[in-house]
């Protein structure tokens, strides 16, 4: 994992995205600092996918800015990583999927397969090196997305709702491989409709509310005393999904 911050922090500066005549993220600020886990928590449709994607680069925002420290885009790229509720694999084996992130990230064919053979145990999936991807378990595929992020080393991992469609076992080897890149240094920026996840696994709370940013703290703090009504009323289940 990345032992030094290189392309933190990122400031995002009066975002804005929308689709049509549709609004979904509202002037959000925030700045992302290397270390605490940060949670992003809302109601569906609150924005909280768009704005990874965002920072990400897979969407372009309607206006505002997103910057990251290091002015050079593609070591910016490099040195992050996204996971989604449901993988994008490849028609490969489980070994292959991680060798070709390897190639993508243009290290050199001598490396990549004890590379990937690395992330692989690190995931626990060694014993289905050579396995069709496609063939694994929800649970499996989704630690086979995390082991071509493991291999990468990123700096930042952005995960959206990565254990959504899982049952409690897949479930708690998937937060295990979190708490994994979290210990070894990559920032993570994950969201999750899950309270009792946001506290098992995050340090602070990003709250979002029909496209803007209404609340940051630390998870405990958030999760005792939510400032705001919206919170509030998303912590009792009250509130609405838009």
Avoid at 167 to 180: H, K, M, Q
Wanted: proline content about 5%; overall charge positive; hydrophobic content about 50%.
């Amino acid at each position: 994992m990345a032992a030094n911050a290189r392309i933190l922090p990122l400031a995002v500066r009066d975002l804005c995205f929308a689709a049509g005549e549709r609004t979904i993220l509202d002037r959000v600020s925030v700045r992302l600092e290397a270390g605490p886990c940060t949670i992003l928590l809302g109601a569906n449709g609150a924005g909280k996918s768009v704005l990874m994607r965002l920072m990400h680069g897979l969407l372009v925002p309607t206006s505002g800015e997103i910057a990251w420290s290091d002015a050079d885009a593609e070591r910016c790229r490099r040195l992050q990583a996204m996971v989604f509720q449901r993988p994008v694999l490849l028609r490969r084996s489980a070994l292959a999927n991680v060798t070709y992130a390897l190639k993508l990230a243009r290290v050199p064919r001598a490396e990549r397969e004890q590379l990937a053979l690395e992330a692989l145990e690190g995931v626990g999936l060694t014993h289905l090196a050579h396995r069709p991807a496609r063939v694994l378990s929800g649970g499996e595929q989704q630690r086979l997305a995390l082991a071509r992020a493991w291999a990468l080393h990123p700096e930042v991992l952005f995960l959206d709702e990565p254990t959504a469609s899982l049952d409690p076992t897949a479930t708690r080897e998937i937060e295990r491989v979190i708490r994994a890149f979290d210990a070894a240094g990559t920032k993570i920026l994950m969201a999750t409709h899950n309270l009792a996840q946001a506290r098992r696994l995050g340090d602070e709370v990003l709250f979002l509310h029909q496209g803007r940013l209404l609340e940051r703290g630390r998870i405990d703090e958030f999760l005792a005393r939510p400032a705001t009504p919206e919170a509030a009323a998303f912590m009792k289940g009250d509130l609405p999904w838009t």
